[in-house]
């Protein structure tokens, strides 16, 4: 069975920073993709990033220029560093990752952007 526990989140300002870090419970398995997808209440889980193992990366138009993932590939932990954070970046947000064609979904972590 594989874990991902993720954290770094929290209340934040407008304009403000945060990074999430998410690492898997086994170090030994080459997962293929880690990255970050949000929910915001009432609406459908959405993606924000994506970081494949060939180094290539994925953002949503609405993140692009603003968040930036990336990851400790040896580690299996992905990170993502949000800058210039809005009120509609609230969500909670959750690291999936997949290795062996499975995918394994962490609890969430709560990120709200509020004065």
């Known amino acids: 069975q594989v874990q991902l526990v993720e954290s770094g989140g929290g209340l934040v300002q407008p304009g403000g920073s945060l990074k999430l870090s998410c690492a898997a419970s086994?170090?030994?398995?080459?997962?293929?993709?880690m990255g970050w997808y949000r929910q915001a209440p009432g609406k459908q889980r959405e993606l924000v990033a994506t970081a494949f193992n060939d180094m290539q990366r994925t953002y949503a138009d609405s993140v692009k220029g603003r968040f930036t993932i990336s990851r400790a590939g040896a580690k299996n932990t992905v990170y993502l560093q949000m800058d210039s954070l809005k009120p509609e970046d609230t969500a909670v947000y959750y690291c999936?990752?997949?290795?062996?064609?499975?995918?394994?979904w962490g609890q969430g972590t709560q990120v709200t952007v509020s004065s």
């Open positions: 086994r170090s030994d398995l080459p997962f293929y993709t």
């Open positions: 999936r990752g997949v290795v062996s064609g499975i995918q394994y």
